[in-house]
């Protein structure tokens, strides 16, 4: 006979699990005190709320998925092949929402004008203004106090392009170590703290908590030096 579950040692990511759904409630709930409630991540309306700019949907999402990453790095025992590509998706998602954060700074300060001059005083032929046109821009007008994680979190993101690894001789499992993580989400964190339009630094602080596992990490021996072939250093 299989022993039933007690609901008090689900963790949160047993809370999500389809076979434990009646063990779990949604909200508290009085009428039902022995069941835990399921985890989620941090509101919608909270991320929201904490950037006085326009409110974009998308910069809502990427940050709840960038929490639900950081729980299956938590708490699940991956194959290293599929936590290596966790590690791609985080830096991928962590590097969208420092790219949208950039163009709204830009925006917030009213120099989309002279960003297009920058444009073509470097000579840059792009019509859009992406990742890489935004990191020089905004290191050239010294509109943050540093700049230069966000350029390697930008070349990291290049791999979304299945074959980027092959234009640099780099597998996706060789490419993406546990200080690129780390890196990204410091960067994101500190830049969140840095910009005027964001009010309220709360709802990323998951961003900032340390986790069991990162803790873990920072033995050095859980990180194989063979593996780091981007000098993972200026990630910590």
Known sequence: MQKQCNVQE???METLLKKNRSLVTHISDDKNPDKIIEWHPKLI???????????????????QYLEFLELQMEELVLPLVVLKM????Y?????????LLLLRLVEDKQLLADL?????????RKKDNNFGVLIGYVGHKKLLSNTSMM???RKLRN????????????????????????????CLYELLEEL????????????????????????????????????SSQFL
């Open 159 to 186: 791999y979304i392009h299945i074959d980027e690894s092959q234009k640099n001789r780099e597998t996706d499992y060789r490419a993406f170590v546990l200080p690129h993580v780390q890196g990204a989400r410091k």
């Open 91 to 99: 830096i991928i998602n962590a590097g969208a929402i420092i790219e």
């Open 196 to 231: 005027d339009f964001c009010t309220d630094i709360e709802p990323a602080e998951f961003l900032k908590e340390k986790h069991d596992y990162w803790s873990k990490a920072e033995n050095k021996n859980v990180l194989n030096p063979q593996m780091l072939r981007i000098d």
């Open 116 to 124: 297009k001059n920058y444009k073509k005083l470097k000579k840059i």
């Open 45 to 63: 309306k909270e991320h929201r709320d904490s950037l006085s700019i326009d409110k974009h949907n998308n910069y809502n999402y990427a940050m």
């Open 10 to 12: 689900l963790s949160s």
């Open 151 to 153: 350029d390697k979190i």
């Open 86 to 89: 966790v590690y791609k998706t």
